[in-house]
């Protein structure tokens, strides 16, 4: 069965600096795909940024970057220029890949609680 | 694009009654839909996969009497709980993928819904 473990419960940053979230995970699968999704006190769900495991290349956008560890299952989210609407709960995922063609199901970490100091 | 409405956005009933909420894929089609539910403070945790015109597979431990789910059309979902009790009270929250690539395998997730039981 597959795993994420996001380690840092809460972290705090000042506005305009940079902070990384850490995620890892446990799959014996080959290809997958990992997401960092984001969820503010509003409480809707926001697509932050996705990676294909085949792909070795690191995931960018916009502010937003992994570095993505595959012998390691490693997948750390860097905010570059951290703002006030950066402040949010971020949570690290996992989805097998689809060889049936149908999207399987998200397995989550537990979540990072992220301010952004003014 | 890739917008999914969830209503209501927050609902109170009583003991006993039963409460349905709607998902919907506003501007895409999705095959499989996805049912959470959420504790204060705590990670998503997956209740069932809702597949067009068939019946949705339920997580372990959840009980599929309680939650009806029905996902009769490429853009609607809904879950029901049946007889809600206080213990039923949480956050529910839905989410589809897009059929279409490369937005394909991405979940896109709706406000939520808060559920209170009196």
């Known amino acids: 069965a597959q795993t994420v473990t996001q380690s840092q419960p809460e972290m705090s940053v000042q506005e305009a600096e940079t902070v990384t979230l850490s995620c890892t995970y446990d799959?014996?699968?080959?290809?997958?795909?990992l997401f960092w999704y984001k969820q503010p006190p509003s409480r809707q769900m926001i697509l932050v940024i996705r990676?294909?495991?085949?792909?070795?290349q690191n995931a960018t956008e916009n502010r937003f970057s992994v570095n993505f560890q595959k012998a390691a299952k490693s997948f750390s989210l860097k905010i570059s220029d951290s703002q006030l609407g950066d402040t949010a709960m971020y949570f690290c995922?996992?989805?097998?890949?689809?060889?049936?063609?149908?999207?399987?199901?998200?397995?989550f970490g537990t979540g990072t609680l992220l301010a952004v100091q003014p | 694009g890739a917008v999914v409405s969830q209503h209501p956005s927050r609902v109170i009933c009583k003991s006993g009654t039963s409460v349905k909420i709607e998902c919907r894929s506003l501007d895409f089609q999705a095959t499989t839909m996805f049912w959470y539910r959420q504790f204060p403070k705590q990670s998503l945790m997956l209740m069932a996969t809702s597949n067009e015109g068939s019946k949705a597979t339920y997580e372990q431990g959840v009980e599929k009497d309680k939650f009806l789910i029905n996902h009769a059309s490429l853009t609607l979902s809904t879950l029901t709980v049946t007889s809600a009790h206080p213990e039923d009270s949480s956050f529910y929250i839905c989410?589809?993928?897009?059929?279409?690539?490369?937005?394909?395998?991405?979940?896109?997730f709706g406000a939520g819904t808060r559920l209170s039981v009196l």
């Open positions: 990676q294909e495991a085949y792909k070795q």
């Open positions: 799959t014996s699968e080959n290809n997958y795909y």
């Open positions: 995922a996992f989805m097998k890949w689809p060889y049936g063609g149908a999207t399987n199901k998200l397995i």
């Open positions: 989410s589809a993928s897009d059929l279409d690539p490369p937005a394909k395998n991405i979940q896109y």
